[in-house]
């Protein structure tokens, strides 16, 4: 279940805004087996003084159980800086499962290894 928490900085958060960034980043709930994860999004204007548009940025933090998960991206279009966290968290994801799926394998390879040699000490 992923949980996700809004701030919003030097902007006015609405709730058509606030239903788009919960639908994005709920995406991401299913690369979690089952497991309870907060994700903290802050979203807002860097200052309120820019002399050319409108500058915007998004952030996200998803705490895991060993890693912190972090995206952040800026741009004209709050929107589409959203959109970008979240593409960025989702292969940071990915990539963490693979690491902890290559670590379970060759743990399980070592202990086979283990197993093996022992059989060998003990029929000597």
């Not at 949980?3 to 919003?8: A, D, G, M, P, R």
């Not at 002399?51 to 890693?67: D, H, P, T, W």
């Not at 959109?83 to 968290?89: D, F, G, I, Q, S």
Request: net charge positive; charged share 35%; aromatic share 4%.
């Amino acid at each position: 279940m992923l949980k996700v928490n809004i701030k919003s900085t030097n902007l006015v958060l609405t709730s058509g805004l606030k239903k788009f960034i919960r639908t994005k980043i709920k995406t991401l709930e299913k690369f979690f087996d089952n497991i309870q994860v907060e994700a903290r999004v802050e979203i807002g204007k860097p200052s309120l003084h820019h002399q050319k548009g409108n500058v915007f940025y998004a952030e996200c933090q998803i705490n895991l159980s060993k890693k912190v998960l972090r995206a952040t991206s800026q741009g004209e279009n709050l929107k589409t800086a959203i959109l970008e966290v979240r593409e960025e968290l989702e292969r940071q994801i990915k990539r963490y499962k693979e690491e902890r799926k290559t670590k379970m394998e060759k743990g399980g390879r070592k202990l086979k290894e283990d197993l093996k040699a022992s059989e060998i000490t003990k029929k000597s």
